[in-house]
């Protein structure tokens, strides 16, 4: 690819260059874009016009108490809330959510649908209908719908879009893409980009795009649920590794003589961390043996499970989550070690069981990190709750629409404007 010939490619990297320079600043007049970005006045003058007109930015109205002098103040520039939207969908077991966003990340509608695991086709049908459902809403039809993100539980080779490996759905080398465009191909988002990444990556990514100010690097983003993975995003990138594996830390293995995992394995964090195996050191071995969506396992569980004061009350529930959380803590120690993350964010089902999981994996990280004499990495809790991946699927689109770059080498260089 010869970048310095292709002339389209330059120009969506300087209007992406003035669309991420807004966000870090907002209220930034042209000539402060000139000023932070390099580029010339009139290309800053040429390309925000075509922002403006296209629904990326918007001229806010002018303080009268800053005009000053005779000369034509300078008119600050936003990132328009209002005329976009970002098409977010999260696929797992047995069910989909997709949300839509506008360009800041506020979730303008989300929709659910039950979906055939054991038939993908059929699945991607299903999961089309559920957008076509939401681009037929009046908040969208009045919008400009930019793209679609797709986040799925498993190894993504995101230059085809083939889902490599989803061992707790049970898909294996999966044309998702492709598929979901076919099912696509006839409704109203048949000319829409189409953007399939792991869900822990799109998690990561919900975290690092939908933010006023940079967030600091690396970022890990830790999803906990019936599958376990983390998205990493360093040096403004995904790092997605050579075949779409990376982050797969799930499937490290915690004990070689440990239970099987899902993956064929033995001895996977998965098996000692997973939601199922959660499930089972509460209600008892073999109670969550086959394969389940992480809501229906929820559902499985006495509602005391879901409150910390009842847990702490509670020897053999508070046991079960101690045990789980110090497992939590030592992932995120490996993480640590491994990627030397500024913040770890945890999202995912498991989440639900609040403080009764998440404090003693604190506990455990701090204690490594005492050890050590390091101070460990921060630690938060999603920002979007269960809708974490689905919005982060929608932030993937803004991720690759602001980095041209990476979208060209994933074959997407469909025009947005
Ligand atoms: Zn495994």
């Excluded at 007049?29 to 006045?41: E, M, N």
């Excluded at 795009?209 to 376990?228: A, I, Q, Y």
């Amino acid at each position: 690819m010869s970048i310095t010939g292709d002339h389209r490619l330059l120009k969506r990297l300087n209007r992406m260059a003035l669309v991420r320079q807004v966000r870090q600043a907002p209220g930034s007049s042209r000539a402060d874009l000139a000023h932070s970005t390099g580029l010339t006045k009139s290309t800053v003058s040429l390309l925000s016009q075509e922002l403006i007109d296209e629904g990326w930015l918007v001229e806010l109205d002018l303080d009268p108490t800053i005009a000053r002098g005779s000369g034509r103040p300078p008119t600050p520039l936003t990132l328009d809330e209002h005329r976009l939207a970002f098409i977010g969908v999260d696929i797992g077991l047995g069910a989909a959510t997709a949300v839509a966003t506008n360009l800041v990340g506020m979730v303008l509608m989300e929709n659910s649908t039950p979906i055939d695991s054991a038939d993908p086709a059929s699945a991607c049908r299903q999961v089309a209908g559920l957008i076509e459902a939401l681009l037929r809403e009046p908040e969208l039809r009045k919008r400009t719908t930019i793209g679609i993100g797709v986040g799925v539980p498993g190894a993504v080779d995101d230059r085809t879009g083939v889902l490599r490996f989803a061992p707790n759905i049970g898909w294996k080398e999966l044309p998702l893409r492709d598929l979901l465009r076919t099912a696509l191909a006839d409704g109203p988002a048949g000319s829409l980009p189409v953007y399939v990444q792991n869900d822990a990556d799109v998690g990561a990514l919900g975290e690092f795009e939908f933010v006023d100010r940079p967030v600091d690097e690396p970022l890990v983003f830790l999803v906990l649920g019936t599958g376990v993975g983390a998205g990493i995003v360093v040096n403004d990138r995904l790092l997605t590794g050579f075949g779409g594996f990376a982050g797969e830390i799930g499937h490290t293995i915690l004990d070689a003589r440990g239970p099987r995992c899902s993956c064929g394995r033995n001895g996977c964090t998965e098996a000692f961390v997973g939601l199922g195996a959660i499930v089972e050191s509460v209600l008892g071995p073999g109670k969550a043996r086959h394969a389940q969506d992480s809501q229906a396992l929820l559902r499985s569980l006495p509602a005391a499970a879901f409150d910390p004061m009842r847990v702490a009350q509670d020897a053999a529930l508070k046991a079960a989550f101690d045990r789980a959380g110090a497992y939590v803590g030592q992932l995120m120690q490996n993480l640590w070690a491994a990627f030397d993350p500024a913040t770890i964010v945890l999202g995912g089902p498991s989440c639900e069981f609040g403080e009764s999981l998440l404090a003693p994996a604190r506990t455990e990280l701090a204690r490594y990190g005492e050890a050590a004499g390091l101070r460990p990495p921060v630690v938060k809790v999603a920002r979007f709750g269960r809708l974490a991946q689905a919005v982060g699927a929608a932030a993937a689109v803004i991720h690759y629409q602001v980095r041209p770059l990476t979208e060209s080498l994933l074959g997407q260089t469909a025009e947005t404007g």
